[in-house]
RNA sequence: GCCCCCGUAGCUCAGGAGGAUAGAGCAACGGAUUCCUAAUCCGUAGGUCAGAGGUUCGAGUCCUCUCGGGGGCGCCA
């Protein structure tokens, strides 16, 4: 919609003998009209013009069947209303292809590469990576319907030393298991799910503590990882999160991938010997100092291998890759772009999300989490007391580099309060009304066809316009990769129907009312229920 | 000490590429149901946008500094 428009006001400009893209937004109070754009004010510097000449100039120039009225305001704005059957031509639009509705081009072509939770396969995933996850996967699924090829991706990191720390408080599980004292290893993984996994492994390897300590450690680590990122899995698939692609740590090792890298690094002259490590010289590239890639006992850092993963993504041939990362790793970003550049690869191709915590609040109090000592909420845990619907919009309700309170009793209580239900019983509210339509011989009118003029309260004029902002948000998204917004206009969406549902009745006696009012909350309901899928809830028809 | 994020109504937070009179939900108070679902709606009240400078036609938004909260600064990930 309001690419249209910029089309418009830069035709005018044309005519004006003015070269210039121009910036188009809705404006905040609905007074100002429907559309509102800054250029005069913009160009006057530039030209050494008075704004508010230059946007009468510029409104005179404006000339389109499906402008109302233009105005200059302020100042030098410029606002634009647009003839109702604008609007109420590009809502049948929709009615006529529901499907394709906010489905843009302006990725197509493009090929995206969104890598998200990542989470090491120590432990069961908690709250703060379902964060993650919420984000990566809606996001993706955004910048699918703006046209994007995208590919989501799952790193493991299975190959370090933390999954070898998880074998080792496997192995001295199973040491206390069998009546042993032994030391448990520093740093060790002291939840209650290493111990289950201890008896676990006792069941299905009983010979495994007669090898030497070393080959079972290691056969534990193994074993292990996988044992977790099964459940890991599990997890994220009743999340509603699907992967198309778990790329292993070990496979880059396995392939020399690692060493091949650094070797590069290496012909470069980017690496030398210090005290006995390989460096890797990233302050070359912006990085605050140079990192070790090799310890000096030999050991590949997490960084080599990073080095190596994201060398290759790069060599994929994606037009844009997407890190969704633990705001506590931020310090990591200017090495992995290093890296990136270092390799001969635009550090530009990379953008990194950083998600802030998450905290859980229960009764009024935060709960604290850490993996390690094993006191954090299983994520499985919450969906199985909150529900995923609850969990994923309510994820998404903040911008992803601010802290979230998650109010496990908010996200619990069947009421008024939860901000899931509010967008949810709108759609389940517009099924019902066709429920009753259908009960009361009533019939469904075929939407193409439907005329709209009748609509014309105020009301029904926000509500169209609003559904027709969806596909901006959509580009809007895409752009800025802030999932976030989704929810908050469902939100308003959602109020404006509720809004009108308290006042105004659909199922009238006077048909073409009844079914060009039928056909608006038909829209509503298209888009909401599209909103919702894209942010992996469910749209139910009652509730 | 250095780096990143945050600071907006009593609470939790939005503020869409600098724009017009700063918004929502919850909590508080007062109302609406012979009706297509009251998980809803209507109304009242609530603000030094942490503070101080600066940039400009215009700053919650950009820059600098101060204060406060969180996180990170390892041959951990």
């Known amino acids: 919609m309001k690419a249209a428009v910029k089309e418009i006001v830069e035709g005018a400009l044309r005519r004006l003998g003015i070269e210039e893209g121009v910036q188009v937004d809705y404006p905040k109070d609905p007074r100002f009209g429907d559309y509102t754009t800054n250029v005069a004010m913009v160009l006057a510097g530039k030209l050494k013009r008075n704004p508010r000449e230059l946007a009468q100039e510029v409104v005179r120039a404006i000339e389109h069947p499906m402008v109302e009225s233009k105005e200059v305001a302020g100042g030098g704005f410029i606002n634009l209303r647009m003839k109702k059957e604008w609007w109420l031509s590009a809502f049948s639009h929709l009615l006529r292809d529901p499907q394709s509705f906010g489905t843009l081009d302006v990725g197509t072509g493009k090929r995206v590469q969104i890598e998200f939770v990542s989470a090491n396969p120590t432990g069961p995933l908690h709250i703060g990576h379902g964060r993650g996850a919420a984000v990566g996967d809606s996001l993706a699924r955004i910048l699918e319907k703006a046209g994007y090829q995208v590919e989501k991706e799952y790193y493991v990191n299975d190959a370090g030393r933390q999954v070898k720390v998880l074998g080792e408080s496997i192995w001295a599980r199973c040491q206390e298991l069998m009546g042993r004292e032994v030391e448990f290893p520093e740093g060790g993984y002291r939840g209650g799910y290493v111990v289950d996994l201890a008896k676990q492994a006792m069941a299905e390897f009983p010979d495994l503590l007669d090898s030497p300590k070393e080959k079972a450690i290691e056969e534990l680590t193994r074993w ?19 992967f198309d692609s778990w790329y292993r740590e070990r496979y880059l090792y396995d392939t020399h991938l690692v060493n091949k890298a650094l070797e590069v690094l290496r012909e470069k002259g980017l690496l030398y010997e210090r005290e006995g490590a390989l460096w890797f010289a990233s302050t070359r590239f912006g990085d605050d100092k140079d990192r070790v890639v090799k310890r000096a006992n030999g050991d590949p850092t997490y960084l080599a291998s990073d080095i190596a993963y994201h060398a290759l993504k790069a060599k994929r041939g994606f037009d844009m890759l997407i890190d969704v990362w633990g705001a506590d790793h931020h310090g990591y970003v200017p090495r992995v772009r290093a890296a990136l550049q270092a390799m001969g690869y635009n550090a530009n191709l990379l953008q990194v999300l950083l998600i802030q915590m998450v905290s859980l609040v ?30 994923r919009f309510i994820l998404l309700t903040r911008k992803c580099d601010a802290h979230l309170d998650f109010d496990v009793d908010l996200a619990k209580s069947q009421s008024e309060e939860n901000p899931v239900f509010y967008v949810q019983y709108a759609h389940a509210r517009i099924s019902s009304i066709f429920r009753t339509a259908q009960e009361r011989g009533i019939s469904i009118p075929s939407w193409e066809e439907v005329d709209l003029t009748p609509l014309e309260l105020d009301e029904e004029m926000a509500i169209v316009k609003k559904v027709l902002q969806f596909p901006d948000l959509i580009e809007a998204i895409a752009r800025s990769l802030e999932p976030h917004r989704m929810t908050y206009y469902l939100h308003e969406l959602s109020a404006a129907f509720h809004r009108y549902y308290n006042h105004h009745r659909v199922l009238l006696e006077n048909r073409p009312m009844r079914e060009a009012r039928m056909a608006l909350v038909k829209g509503v309901q298209v888009v909401v229920k599209e909103g919702l899928r894209l942010l992996g809830v469910n749209a139910p028809f009652r509730m």
């Open 224 to 242: 292990g990882a996988e044992e977790i990122l099964k459940g890991i899995k599990g997890d994220l698939e009743a999340f509603g999160v699907s």
């Open 362 to 391: 229960r009764g009024g109090q935060k709960v604290s989490m850490s993996t390690r000592e094993g006191t954090f909420v299983p994520l499985s845990e919450l969906l199985n007391e909150v529900g995923k619907d609850a969990v």
